[in-house]
Each structure stands twice: as C-alpha cells, then as structure tokens.
T-cell receptor, first 114, second 112 residues
C-alpha cells in the first residue's frame, strides 16, 4: 500500500524567505509523486510531478522538489516566498505509475507573513 | 481552452435524498476521476473512468456510484444521503499517456 506523510499541517514563512514543505512517502513500487496546490474555494492545481529521470523537478510559480529515494522524501521548496503563495499544498503518490487512485497527504497550509 | 467544469458548485440536500453531480472534462481527456475532500478524512479517491468503463474504485459504500458517457462527461450519484457525505467533491481529468490531473473547482455538498 502507498502512503504519504506531510510533516507540519501549518507552516508560516516571511515574505521573501525560503519555503520548505516536507513530504515523505511509502510505496511498494517505484513511486510517481506529485505536488498540488489548492487556493480557497477552488480545486487543486498541479505544481510539479516526478515520474522517472531527473530527481530535481521544477514546477510552476518558482517551485521545485527533489526526489530522494534513500530518504523516501519529495520535499517542495521555493527560494523566495510571495504573498500569492499562501494556500494549501498536497503531496500525492500514485500506486500504479499513472493517474489512477492517487493517495494524498493531509495537506500543509502555508501562510506568508508580510 | 476550457477547464474541467463541475455543476452545480453548491448543493444542499436532506438526509435520505439522492444527488447527482456532473463533470465535463477538458476536451480530449478521456480519463475522469472523482475525489471526496473533507476536513476529517482529507482527499479520498472515489472512482476513475476511462472510455465509459470504470477502471478503479475506492473504498466507498455502494451508495456512491458513477458513470461516464461517450463524450467523456461523467456523473456521480450518491443515494440515501447521510450527514457524513457533506464534502467537496472534486472531479479531475487527464490526457492518456500523461501524468497529473486537471481538477475542477468542485461541488460543495451539504447534507442537513
């Protein structure tokens, strides 16, 4: 079975500071990993994904994540936080390598302090 | 191009009633998946359809069902509503051979 653990349900950073959102996964097969963002009263938007190949993945809005198999981690980072980054972020793993039956983490709410 | 469209956006129903939610995927996307989002349980997979066939199903009771039409539009139905069915229901579509969904804005169902 696959699972995702997001450490920290709430994270606050100052505008301009580094954003680090943590995600650890458990998967019995090589994982396909995703980060999604959800703004209030909206659906989820795909930020980035790791399928195969390069372990450092760049996404939209300046975010990136690094797949570390030895640490079973896929942490999301952004060098400089912007007020518009305030949202909820979800890490997800696919058990089949595709889009089927994503298992999501419980989410991390990011607050940006002006 | 148009995104994933879910209707209605908001719905209030009474316990015991049934409800049908609709989802129109992005043009050309033949895979449609449904997720339930609640504060307590988070995001949980309901089912996935591809070319009118259910390919995967999550761990939900039989009261939850869905279908997909030949134009890839999908509906999900919940019968005999319970208070615990109150949630944001999200539909997502994807293009065959790619990874990652495009989600709709969801239907917020409130059961009273």
């Amino acid at each position: 079975a696959q699972s995702v653990t997001q450490l920290g349900s709430h994270v606050s950073v100052s505008e301009g500071a580094l954003v680090l959102l943590r995600c650890n996964y458990s998967s019995s097969v090589p994982p396909y990993l995703f980060w999604y963002v959800q703004y209030p009263n909206q659906g989820l938007q795909l930020l980035l994904k790791y399928t195969t190949g390069a372990t450092l993945v760049k996404g939209i809005n300046g975010f990136e994540a690094e797949f570390k198999k030895s640490e079973t981690s896929f942490h999301l980072t952004k060098p400089s936080a912007h007020m518009s980054d305030a949202a909820e972020y979800f890490c997800a793993v696919s058990p089949t390598g595709g889009n089927e039956k994503l298992t999501f983490g419980t989410g991390t709410r990011l607050t940006i302090i002006p | 191009k148009a995104g994933v469209t879910q209707t209605p956006r908001y719905l209030i129903k009474t316990r015991g009633q049934q409800v049908t939610l609709s989802c129109s995927p992005i043009s050309g996307h033949r895979s449609v998946s449904w997720y339930q989002q609640t504060p307590g349980q988070g995001l949980q997979f309901l089912f996935e359809y591809f070319s009118e066939t259910q390919r995967n199903k999550g761990n939900f009771p039989g009261r939850f069902s869905g279908r997909q039409f030949s134009n890839s539009r999908s509906e999900m139905n919940v019968s005999t509503l319970e208070l615990g069915d109150s949630a944001l229901y999200l539909c997502a579509s994807s293009l065959a051979g790619t990874y990652g969904y495009t989600f709709g804005s969801g239907t917020r169902l409130t059961v009273v």
